[in-house]
């Protein structure tokens, strides 16, 4: 380092003192100050304007006027500081994709004695969907790009428009962890290895191994949101791309939170497998092939014709189906399948208290699901109006999650559903589930014990518990299947 240069590490905050030049800052930390390349910093999103202390003191000085002249430049500045910032990591960006597809991508296709077209996929995902769709969005945003006042440059509409191409990553980054398995499993292999080298040297690529070259989409689709933020910092709300650059910040926060939200609910469909491969006497097609989230679940009375016999049972609400299960008189951690429900064919009507009219008999906190292609109908009761409340709210949200899903086409392909279900039925036959505590997107409620015996008056509710309630999750590591 030179002796005029800023030695800092990563996490360090350094006060930008003279950003004019475009490749390198002045800046001060705790140490001294110096020079220090603008590339190797991120602004800080939402800090305070610079402190205004450096500047050439004047007679009879006063605090500096943010809307002064002087200010109004240096904000110019440091929007041009992020355009030019946002510019030249895509152009980087472009080139890295581009090494990848043709460094990596098409000398694999070349092999076809050591990859096959589903390893390569498995391995490289849509990175080269990524690729074209980068392209586009570069040359849009180049467009709009002013050169001569480059702080007046446009770019919020670009992402505006690109917003929907940005949801393939969600697809990547799902894939993501499979393709690190996979290499892992072929870079065991020497010949894999030397392979994937000479691939790195003949494209002249940094020396990263091909799992590093393949995390840089994952953590780019992160970074929109931080650089609009930043460029939205310092956009007057006078300037003509204010609105978009605000819009484009929302945006690119729902898209990654899209992609967050279907992560997690594909590292979730282990757990349902595991779920359903618990339940005793189980019938029909796998959950998954409809369902992969569970909405709410709990403990109801269930009112059957003729007589208007009660049944207490527990339901379990999943996107698209409403599955109910019984518990063992003795064991009553375990549970035995009885039914399900199609949603897509329900109606849920809230009943009064009182008495029904299609039974004949008074219920309390219940409400009634409909079925339009059968006729049928099913009357729930619940033992307190919240609980009532929280299903009634639950059913909207279900509908409102097959609504979003059929919007973002979120679906889970044949191949994931049958991993699941095998993995679980390998934790099954190992007689140690995974996760000894309950697992963690299962803990939303706690479930009542079923009373010690039945309501004596006519109306149709649960019983307060005369022991105190079990948390009915905590013990699903403990289920039957797991203790044959």
């Not at 002796?3 to 003279?18: N, S, Y």
């Not at 939170?257 to 992560?263: A, G, P, S, V, W």
């Not at 993995?423 to 099954?428: F, H, L, R, W, Y």
Request: net charge positive.
């Amino acid at each position: 380092m030179d002796d005029q240069e800023l030695g800092f590490k990563a996490g360090d905050v350094i006060e930008v003192m003279d950003a004019t030049n475009r490749e390198w800052w002045w800046g001060r930390v705790a140490d001294g100050e110096g020079w220090f390349p603008a590339s190797f910093v991120r602004l800080r999103v939402n800090q305070d304007e610079p402190a205004d202390d450096y500047e050439a003191p004047r007679a009879g000085a006063r605090e500096a006027d943010d809307s002064g002249p002087e200010a109004q430049s240096c904000k110019d500045q440091m929007r041009t500081n992020v355009i030019n910032e946002i510019l030249s990591t895509e152009r980087d960006y472009i080139k890295h994709l581009r090494d990848i597809c043709e460094g990596y991508v098409r000398q694999c296709r070349k092999r076809e004695d050591m990859f096959s077209e589903k390893q390569l996929r498995t391995i490289f995902g849509n990175i080269e969907d990524i690729y074209r769709c980068q392209k586009a969005f570069v040359k849009a945003l180049e467009q709009k790009f002013n050169t001569e006042r480059p702080h007046l440059s446009e770019l919020g509409a670009c992402f505006l428009e690109h917003q929907a191409d940005f949801q393939i990553y969600s697809e990547y980054c799902n894939n993501h962890p499979n393709a690190c398995v996979e290499l892992s499993r072929l870079t065991k292999l020497s010949k894999y290895v030397y392979f994937f080298e000479a691939c790195r040297l003949l494209q002249r690529m940094i020396d990263i191994s091909l799992d590093g070259f393949l995390l840089t989409p994952v953590q780019k689709i992160c970074k929109y949101p931080l650089q609009l933020a930043e460029l939205l910092k310092y956009t007057h709300p006078q300037h003509r791309d204010f609105k978009n650059v605000e819009a484009a910040l929302h945006a690119m926060k729902n898209v990654a939170q899209l992609i967050n939200e279907r992560k997690r609910r594909l590292e979730n469909i282990d757990k349902i497998a595991q779920w359903q491969s618990s339940i005793e006497d189980w019938e029909g097609e796998d959950l998954l092939v409809r369902s992969s989230e569970l909405i709410h679940s709990g403990e109801l009375t269930r009112v059957t014709q003729p007589q208007a016999r009660s049944q207490q049972r527990m339901f379990f609400l999943f996107d698209r189906q409403l599955i109910y299960c019984k518990k063992d008189l003795l064991r009553r951690d375990v549970l035995y399948y009885k039914g399900r429900l199609d949603m897509d064919d329900l109606e849920v009507v809230d009943v009064e208290d009182g008495k029904d009219r299609d039974l004949h008999v008074s219920v309390k906190n219940a409400f009634r699901l409909y079925c339009g292609t059968t006729g049928d109908s099913h009357l729930l009761c619940a033992r307190k109006p919240e609980q009532k409340q929280r299903w009634l709210k639950a059913f909207a949200r279900e509908r409102e999650q097959v609504r979003l899903d059929q919007e973002t086409g979120f679906s889970i392909t044949e191949l994931q559903r049958k991993q699941a279900m095998l993995n679980a039925s390998k934790q099954q036959a190992t007689g140690k589930p995974k996760a000894v505590g309950r697992p963690g997107y299962l803990t939303r409620h706690k479930h009542p014990s079923l009373p010690a015996s039945r309501p004596q008056q006519q109306v149709l509710v649960l019983a307060e518990p005369r022991r105190k309630p079990s948390n009915f999750w905590h013990s699903i590591s403990r289920l039957a299947p797991f203790r044959k």
